[in-house]
Structure formats: structure tokens, C-alpha cells
């Protein structure tokens, strides 16, 4: 058995705070039972590399080299961001993108051969390799423990925010009240005080009618003794209509004033209630914002967990993050891969419909819900959604190859040929689409 000298390696999503991720399953090609070739009785599977998403044994045809044979699939294809392995890797022959197809030899063997390096020199580099990859996987360990606080941290840092606005709120509902109260009592001072003057001007004007009938007595006696009295009288009378316009003139500009005064309060009562009402707005408008900031972090945690094969956590991740925004598509959309993955094709179906009813041209949405059909059989439907996928993205090189593959089901041979040529069009380094149509010219007897 030949051992593979590549080691794959593992992209750590790290710092990415401000990047939405959206997962969008891969393409895949056909496996020999649906191209009538029959299952593969090799032994234990493995995986290729992230992007092939293949498997192969060393039982498997590709350790003669022959690139004309099928490969096995076994496992649902999705594109990986996070993978390493370790150990010993059985060589995937034809089928590994380092594989020389005109020297039907793998390039590594090539190499090691052309620098002259003996069987010690390639056991020291394997150890070497297996050294690199052993402090990978610690340092990815590492990685997840600093997620992981990070995250308490997040919660925590949630719920002392949110204690924090609860007691801004609270202390803004007792200050409006204590100005209400505020209000009210000069309202009602105010009143008194007018009670008070109208009151008093009252009693002024009576105390003048008495004064008037006193003097008209006198006048009335002085008028009978003498001309000069009457005369004296008038005068005395005119004074007194004077000082009384004088004081009817004062309480009008008293009323007036006060009129302004209440005018002017009523104002400033509106514009605190406007201050308060604005405040109250803001930070409504601030909440949300974190909360949008919360679910989008939420949703990138989903997204890791998800490709560190965490499925249970990432569908927690995804449905918190929902919590917090109700329309966020993108977080339906990931959660519907999840389900996927889960074998809970019923739950994926609601979820990608879900992110499509909130956002009709997301296409990566319609090409997962498209791979949910073709798993159930529901060829026709799977068809459909990945039209939908490619209308709204033309170049989808992934949509291109299911569609392919959906139609070969159906026996819609022309069709499926034409979806694959257009994704190698699209993508010349569609490594399935290429494979799917050797794999056909292969069984027709053509020339590929």
C-alpha cells in the first residue's frame, strides 16, 4: 500500500467579526450506483482533499492508476473550510489533483525521486509532517477554548448591557413621573394664585362701590346747599373714575401676563415630554443595533461549529441568533444546511423556505434546497430550484453541476451534458462536472 506524503491543511476561521457567512453546500457527481456501475466493496473510507470532497481506499481502483475508473461516494459533498487529518493517508491515485495524468505518477513520488533523497530522508520528512500536524491540531484546540471564552464573555457581557438598559429606562419612567407630579402642583399653585387675585380685585372694586355710595350721600347733601359743592363733587368723582380705569387697566395686564405665563409653561411641558420621547426613541434605535451586532457574532459561531462537525451546537447558534433578529435570512439559510447535514431533510425544507420568503434572491439558498430534493428522489422539484439558483447567479458552477446531475437521473441525457459542459465553461477547475462527463463518454465508448 502506497502512503500519500500530502498533508491537508486547515484554515482557522479567526477575526472575521465583521464578515457575514453564508454556507452554501457543494457540488457533487455521480457515485457508481447511479451510473449503474455498482457499489464499491472497498474497505474503510477516507476523505480527498477539502475541495475533491471524494473518497477512495486502497482496495479501490485508483491504486492501479487508471483514470477511467469510478470513484466512490458515500458521503453527502459539502464544501469544508476547517479540515486536517492525521495519520497515514492511502494514495487516491488518478482521482488526487496531484496526480500526474500524462506520467500516470504522483508528482510528490516525482519530486522526492528527482532530489535524490533516499527512504530515510522521506521517513524523516514524514515525521516531520506528522510533527507539524499533531501541533496544527493543538493549536486548533487552542483556538476553540479561546472561542469558547470569548463566547461566556459575549453572554455575559449581553446581560450586564441589558441590566444596564433596564435601569436607564426605569430611572427615565420616574423622572417622567416626577415631572408629571412637578407639573401638576405648579398647575395647581398657579390656579390659587389667580383664585387669590381675582379675589382680591373683587373686594378692591366693592370696597370702591362703598367709598362711591358714601361719597354720593355727601354730594346728594351738598348739592342741596350749594352749587360749589356740586361742582367740588364732580371734580372729587372724575379723580375717582381715573384711579379706578387705572386699577381695571392693571388687572387686565395682570391676567394677560398670566395667561402668558401658563401659555408658556404648557411649551415647556411639550418640549420636556418631545426631550423624553426622543431619548426614548434612541435608545430603542441603539438596541436594536446590538442586538443585530449579537446575532450576526451568533451566526458566524454557527457557522464554525458547523464545519467542525458541532451540528448539534451550530443549530443552537443559529436559532439564538434568530432570536435576536427575526428576518435574518442568512442565519434560516445556514440553519437549513445544518438540518441537512442532521439527515432532517423535513426541517431543512422549512428553513430554506423560510430564508427564501425573506429574501427571493439569495441564490445560494434555492441550489441547498435543490440538493434536499435530489436526496429525497424529488428530481423534478430539485430541477426547478436549481433554475431558480442559476437565474439569479449565472456563473453558479456548483448549481450548474446538480442540474446536470438531476437531469441524468431523469434519463434527460442531452440536458445533463449540456448543464455539465457549462460548468467546466463556468469553472475550468470543476474537478466532479469533468469526472461526471469522462464517467459518461466512458460508459457511451466515445473519445472523452
Not at 482496495?59 to 459539502?78: L, Y
Request: glycine share 6%; hydrophobic share 30%.
Amino acid at each position: 500500500m502506497k502512503i500519500c506524503p500530502l498533508v491537508t491543511q486547515a484554515y482557522i476561521l479567526e477575526e472575521q467579526e465583521n464578515e457575514l457567512l453564508v454556507m452554501e453546500t457543494d457540488d457533487h457527481e455521480l457515485s457508481p450506483e447511479e451510473t449503474g456501475e455498482g457499489p464499491d466493496e472497498s474497505g474503510e473510507d477516507i476523505f480527498m482533499n477539502p475541495e475533491s470532497g471524494e473518497e477512495s481506499d486502497s482496495d479501490s481502483p485508483e491504486d492501479t492508476n487508471d483514470p477511467d475508473e469510478s470513484e466512490v461516494i458515500t458521503e453527502t459533498p459539502v464544501r469544508f473550510t476547517a479540515k486536517s487529518f492525521k495519520g497515514e493517508v492511502k494514495c487516491l491515485g488518478s482521482t488526487c489533483r496531484f496526480h500526474d495524468d500524462n506520467a500516470k505518477q504522483c508528482r510528490f513520488e516525482m519530486f522526492f525521486a528527482s532530489t535524490g533523497k533516499d527512504t530515510e530522508d522521506d521517513g524523516k520528512i514524514s515525521e516531520e509532517i506528522a510533527s507539524i500536524d499533531e501541533k496544527l491540531s493543538d493549536r486548533i484546540g487552542s483556538v476553540t477554548d479561546k472561542l469558547d471564552k470569548t463566547w461566556d464573555f459575549q453572554q455575559q457581557s449581553a446581560s450586564d448591557m441589558l441590566g444596564f438598559f433596564k435601569e436607564i429606562q426605569e430611572k427615565n419612567e420616574k423622572r417622567q413621573n416626577e415631572i408629571a407630579e412637578t407639573m401638576g402642583d405648579r398647575f395647581t399653585d398657579l390656579k390659587k394664585t389667580l383664585d387669590s387675585i381675582t379675589e382680591d380685585n373683587r373686594m378692591v372694586i366693592e370696597s370702591i362701590a362703598d367709598t362711591l355710595a358714601e361719597k354720593t350721600e355727601d354730594i346728594e347733601g351738598q348739592i342741596k346747599s350749594s352749587e360749589d359743592s356740586i361742582q367740588e363733587f364732580k371734580s372729587e368723582v372724575s379723580d375717582w373714575k381715573g384711579s379706578l380705569d387705572q386699577s381695571i387697566d392693571s388687572m387686565q395686564n395682570n391676567l394677560g401676563e398670566s395667561r402668558k405665563m401658563v401659555e408658556e409653561l404648557s411649551e415647556n411641558h411639550n418640549e420636556m415630554m418631545q426631550v423624553v420621547e426622543n431619548q426614548k426613541k434612541s435608545l430603542e434605535e441603539e438596541e436594536k443595533k446590538r442586538m443585530l451586532s449579537e446575532a450576526k457574532k451568533l451566526n458566524n459561531a454557527g457557522v464554525m461549529s458547523y464545519h467542525n462537525g458541532q451540528y448539534e451546537k451550530a443549530l443552537e447558534m443559529f436559532k439564538n441568533a434568530i432570536d435576536l433578529d427575526e428576518d435574518f435570512t442568512e442565519a434560516y439559510n445556514n440553519m437549513g444546511l445544518t438540518y441537512t447535514e442532521m439527515n432532517d431533510e423535513d426541517k431543512a425544507t422549512e428553513a430554506f423556505k423560510k430564508a427564501i420568503e425573506l429574501n427571493p434572491d439569495l441564490g445560494a439558498t434555492y441550489n441547498n434546497l435543490g440538493y434536499v430534493f435530489y436526496r429525497l428522489g424529488s428530481y423534478v422539484e430539485a430541477i426547478e430550484m436549481y433554475n431558480e439558483a442559476i437565474g439569479r447567479s449565472k456563473d453558479n458552477s456548483s448549481a450548474w453541476t446538480n442540474l446536470g446531475n438531476a437531469y441524468y437521473k431523469l434519463d434527460r441525457i442531452e440536458e445533463a451534458l449540456e448543464a455539465w459542459n457549462k460548468a467546466v465553461e463556468i469553472d475550468p477547475g470543476n474537478e466532479k462536472a469533468k469526472r461526471n462527463l469522462k464517467r459518461f463518454h466512458a460508459e457511451a465508448g466515445e473519445p472523452n
